[in-house]
Nanobody, 126 residues
Framework: QVQLVESGGGLVQAGGSETLSCSAS????????MGWYRQAPGQERKFVAA????????YYADSVKGRFIISRDNAKNTVSLQMNSLKPEDTAVYFC???????????????????WGKGTLVTVSS
C-alpha cells in the first residue's frame, strides 16, 4: 500500500505564493504517477495538476496553468505544488493522490487515483 502525507497550507494573501509538499511511503516512489486535487466546501473534488512517474510529463487544469508548478523529487519521495499569484478562488482543501500506473501513456483521472492523502487547507484572503 501507499501512504501519502501533505504538508504546508495555511493562510495567504491574494497575489502571494505558497508551496505544498506530499511525502509518499510504502511503495517505490519512482513507479507512482502523482497528482494534486482540490475541493472547496459543498463542491466536487477537482483536478489541479499531475506529473508522470518519470517526471517527463506534467498536466494542469486551465484554472491554474501558468501559475502553479508541479514537481517531484524521487530521492526524497516527495511531490510538490508551487502555487503563485494566488486568488481567493484557489481556497480549498488540497489533496495529494497517487496511481500505481507508471506507463508512458498514463493520463490523470479522478477514479484512476488509488491512494489519497488526508488533505491540507489553503485559504487565500482578498
Amino acid at each position: 500500500q501507499v501512504q501519502l502525507v501533505e504538508s504546508g497550507g495555511g493562510l495567504v494573501q491574494a497575489g502571494g505564493s505558497e508551496t505544498l509538499s506530499c511525502s509518499a511511503s510504502g511503495r517505490t516512489f519512482s513507479l507512482l504517477s502523482m497528482g494534486w486535487y482540490r475541493q472547496a466546501p459543498g463542491q466536487e473534488r477537482k483536478f489541479v495538476a499531475a506529473i508522470s512517474a518519470s517526471g517527463d510529463n506534467t498536466y494542469y487544469a486551465d484554472s491554474v496553468k501558468g501559475r502553479f508548478i508541479i514537481s517531484r523529487d524521487n530521492a526524497k519521495n516527495t511531490v510538490s505544488l508551487q502555487m503563485n499569484s494566488l486568488k481567493p478562488e484557489d481556497t480549498a482543501v488540497y489533496f495529494c493522490a497517487a496511481d500505481q500506473d507508471s506507463g508512458k501513456n498514463w493520463r490523470p483521472t479522478y477514479f484512476g487515483m488509488e491512494y489519497w492523502g488526508k488533505g491540507t487547507l489553503v485559504t487565500v484572503s482578498s
